[in-house]
């Protein structure tokens, strides 16, 4: 019996930035005509130092004009404050961003996502950037920035996001994608910010990063229903599922959801835990307020969007790990219509923090404890109605993989820093293999959506 085509890594691999292109432009993005205009390392530069590629210009050098685009089009700002905005960037995502394919798999945006991912604090309405047709007003393509700060190797760097570059499947072939990363690179700049983190999942000049993709099944069954999943050779749908079975109830002593008088302790909890990797987003308090507890994606209280869990003992919060929902639409199958996804966002520990990363007796404790939280985390997100939960090989993420039965995807997601030159950073995987390196760890510190 051969393996379906289609699988859950190749939807996961297409959301980077690039894979909603068609052939002739990824043919384009792969002879980097594009890139080598752009201040971004080559393969073959031998870097010495660390530090931007260009000199920074002062905005007002900046042209205060959009580049121009055919004249059937026309740029907008699209206001996510508003619904009739908020509805045609979700349209757009929703039919054009990401589906498999035989076209029967879709992610399923939520308003709650949105505000969250495309409104964390300092957020700009003109970084929401829309094409519109001038006759009819239809939003055709987007592209997004979000304001950050990294922190690479203790050096801190304003930065923005860069994320859903989308355009309409209809209008693949007008070139619109460079335009847009250069009108979004104007507008950025027009507020003194030079560097950008940006992800893809194919490669272009030249990655500072390169993570693999994990999947742990928790719904086999599910998965199986709609191909996402296969029956291995001389194994029993009952075996598979049994397999995949996660505890119905959690069982770390202490463990409950953070609230937000947590914020703080969360918040130094956190700093201390991500200055052990090389590439890093700082928060700012309001910024973990946001991340880490839900924003403006909170409804009653809690968050629909992104779930956060904290261990306290005796008074003091010890541990903390979150996950954000953001499901699948099912097209075209008679037993589902939805998968629940869940992808692994921060967490830290103080188990061993105060040890060398690479201490041996530190690094067994840390893995043990980070075991028993995630395991505490598929349960949580199975009561949540997820079928698949997914993790990078980023952060301390192998110390606990192959334990709670994560899976090594085909897919990559390479990192970039645009007008920034960086030594390599390991994301966790062996360099020639691309198989999961347990014993490098990751200098991957900041996750993307």
Known sequence: MSEPKKSLEDLLRMLAMGHQLTESQQKDMTDYKFWKTQPVPNFTDKIETEGPIERAKRPEDIPSQPFPLLSDFEWVDMDLTSQEDLTAVHELLYENYVEDQDATFRFNYSTEFFNWALKPPGWKKEWHVGVRVKATGRLVAFISAVPITLELRTRAIPSVEINFLCIHKKLRTKRLAPVLIKEITRRVNRHDIWQALYTAGIVLPAPVATCRYTHRPINWATLHDVKFSHLPPNKTKAQMVAHYAVPLTTSTVGLRRAVPADAPAIHALF???????DLIQTFTRAEVDHWLMG???TVDGASKVVHTYVVETEGKITDFFSFYLLPFTVLGNPQHDQLGVAYLFYYASDTGLDADRFDAHATAALATRLTALMGDALVIAQQLGVDVFNALT??????????????AGDGYLNFYLFNYKSFPITGGINPQTKEIDVAARSGVGVVML
């Not at 980023?394 to 899976?407: C, P, T, Y």
């Open 271 to 277: 700093d201390r835990y991500q200055a052990h990797f």
């Open 295 to 297: 924003g403006e994606s």
């Open 394 to 407: 980023s952060q301390d993420n192998n110390l606990f993989m192959n334990e709670l039965k994560f899976g």
